[in-house]
């Protein structure tokens, strides 16, 4: 398995961005898709972005499209979250996950989570 630590939430004014880092050790980080997902209180884990294991393709919930983008640096193990013109909606925490090889939407389908980090908007 591989091992995740998010790392970036915290609290900011509605309309102002965050950057979510998730550092992978113990596996070859470059064989596996990963994912962004989030949770509210209340509310299932839900999809927010994924990419492949080369980086080359990216794919986002209709949400958050346009707002947020990820990114993959397979040098430093570590796989971003951009996040800008946060609404208070985006209230929640944020995970990060691996899959062996092809990407998902699917929570069910990542076999590797990060413990989440909260991410707070106020309006």
């Known amino acids: 398995q591989v091992q995740l630590v998010e790392s970036g939430g915290g609290l900011v004014q509605a309309g102002g961005s965050l950057r979510l880092s998730c550092a992978a050790s113990?596996?070859?980080?470059?064989?596996?898709?990963m994912g962004w997902f989030r949770q509210a209180p209340g509310k299932e884990r839900e999809f927010v972005a994924a990419?492949?294991?080369?980086?080359?393709?990216?794919y986002y919930a209709d949400s958050v499209k346009g707002r947020f983008t990820i990114s993959r640096d397979n040098a430093k193990n570590t796989v971003y979250l951009q996040m800008t013109s946060l609404k208070p909606e985006d209230t929640a925490v944020y995970y990060c996950?691996?899959?062996?090889?092809?990407?998902?939407?699917?929570?069910?389908?990542?076999?590797?989570w990060g413990q989440g980090t909260q991410v707070t908007i106020s309006s």
């Open positions: 990419i492949t294991w080369s980086g080359y393709s990216t």
């Open positions: 996950a691996a899959k062996f090889l092809s990407w998902s939407t699917r929570p069910s389908d990542f076999g590797s």
């Open positions: 113990g596996r070859t980080f470059s064989d596996y898709a």
